[in-house]
């Protein structure tokens, strides 16, 4: 897994590596605009006119290298450094030097001086990680400026006046850039939705920081990882009964096509048998559309009112299109009562617990829950900022001793300890009805074959976004469906089993 460090620690691996490997602050530089360049040219192919807007720090220094190595790389180059230069850094003033007549920088500090930035492209170099307020005056101005421009944006390290690691305020301005390229890890506030028009689509780019620091850094934040993600081993010997016995318990009247969603993708996730437990008016739909379903009817005809757990059973899933009716929150508490199973509980058994908390104590050791944002707000109240929602998240998961998924782009599984890890897998034309159905059921499944709670999130999630991303690949974000996703997931998994 990938760590996800605060400007401090990322500072302080800045610091160690011009230590120890050691390198100086100026070649570290040198790499670190290098790295840039050599992606920016990945992501644009030609560039007409440029304009690199830098301030006077670190971040404004890396805009003046890389102005320099684009030189016979792109068209007409304009460099600008907005503030006092008698406040640059060591590294800046160097890097200044070096620029040579061709690109002598502009130099803005007030509002007479902000150019109209009519080039096609600008590169943001005003402030990186050394942010230490919000951003106001004639940088604000500047920022204006950019933002008001047709050119496409692309933020050095992290879009100007952004915080790395905690809320911006309303009254800073910030940048928003359509990319960014980051160094060498990502910064927490890319996984946040609310930071998703600054920072455009990110890129992370290595600069040879030195991993022993790296790694020997405590954070409660991660990023998964393909490597991170193990499969159960299928084995010559296995059978039906040794692949992971699944109870699904899903659907109502009108909302059936849940139940097929989560059965279809636990069946496709490697399940050994799936049994259905569903209402009366499922029976014929159920086993129509799944086949290698078994299918057990409430006595209800349109929703589920009892559920009694069968033997052997190794995982229960929960909640695609139940209702929250009265009948069906008694049958979730008495299965609650009786389960020993872990369970994944989705959707409306998830809005159930919300709506009755004394029942979250009598949830099975080893079960997981799956909400999306709006159900997650019903179990912990509303946040203030995306920030505040993680924590919500942690002590949720830590009080309750339940391992989660706040589902999402970039979903984040939190563990029973607050660790949390955010999925890179998926797109937007996964926001469409059905997409988390899917998802239950490739969880449960992988739970049914033996992997830990966690491992099961953290897999399940990749697995998933992965097979959105095929499906958009093959169908286009507009036109794909939940079932698009289903029909990726041997895809996904072989691509996965491929690596092992
Ligand atoms: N060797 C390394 O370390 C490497 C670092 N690298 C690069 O360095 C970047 C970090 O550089 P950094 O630490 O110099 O900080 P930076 O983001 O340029 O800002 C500091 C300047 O901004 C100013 N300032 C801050 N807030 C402000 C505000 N609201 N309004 C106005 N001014 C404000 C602040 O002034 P002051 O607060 O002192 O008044 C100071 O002048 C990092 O993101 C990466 O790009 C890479 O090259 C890899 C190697
Ligand atoms: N913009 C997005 N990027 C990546 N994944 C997304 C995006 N929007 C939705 N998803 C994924 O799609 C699924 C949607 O789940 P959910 O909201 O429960 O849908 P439903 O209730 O219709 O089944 C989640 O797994 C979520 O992570
Ligand atoms: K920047």
Known sequence: MRPILNSQQIREADAFTIANEPISSVNLMERAASAFT?????????????????????????????????????GHIEVYVVGNLEKASEDFRVNYDRLGERLSPKIVVDESQIPEFDTSLIIDGMF????????????????ERINASEAQVCAIDIPSGLFADKPTPSAGAVVEATHTISFQ????????????????????????????????????????????????????FDHKGTNGRVLLVAGSKGKMGAAILSAKAALRSGCGLLFAHVPCCGLDILQVAVPE??????????????????????VIVIGPGIGTGKLTENALAQLLQKATAPMVMDADAINILAANTHLLSAVPPESVLTPHPG??????????????KLEKLKAFCKKYQLNMVLKGAYSAVCD?????????????????????????GVIGALIGQGMNPLE?????VYIHGLAGDLAAHAQGYRSMTASDIVAML?????QLDKKC
Not at 46 to 66: K, Q, R
Not at 213 to 235: A, C, G
Not at 490 to 494: F, H, K, T
Request: glycine residues 10%.
């Open 185 to 236: 890890l990502p910064k927490l506030v890319f996984f946040m939705p609310s930071a998703a028009s600054y920072v455009g689509s990110w890129h992370v780019v290595p600069i040879g920081l030195s991993e022993e620091f790296l790694l020997q850094q405590t954070t409660d934040k991660w990023q998964i990882e393909l490597r991170d993600i193990h499969l159960p081993l299928k084995r010559r």
């Open 456 to 460: 099961a999130l953290r897999a399940g």
């Open 128 to 143: 990186g990680s050394g942010l230490s307020r919000p951003v106001e005056g004639v940088y604000a101005q500047v920022i």
């Open 293 to 314: 379903a078994m299918v057990e009817v409430d006595e209800h005809t349109e929703i589920i009112s009892e559920v009694l757990p069968e033997e052997q059973i190794d």
């Open 375 to 388: 159900e997650f707000k019903r179990l912990v109240g509303d946040w203030k900022d995306d920030f505040e």
């Open 416 to 440: 029973t300890k607050g660790q949390i890890t955010f999925n890179p897998t998926g797109n937007p034309g996964m926001a469409t009805g059905g997409s988390g159905d899917v998802l239950t």
């Open 490 to 494: 041997p895809q996904a998994i072989n």
């Open 38 to 74: 050599q992606k920016f040219l990945e992501l644009f192919a030609s560039v007409p006119s440029v304009a690199v807007v830098c301030g006077v720090g670190n971040n404004g220094g890396d805009g003046l290298a890389i102005a320099r190595m684009l030189q016979g790389e792109v």
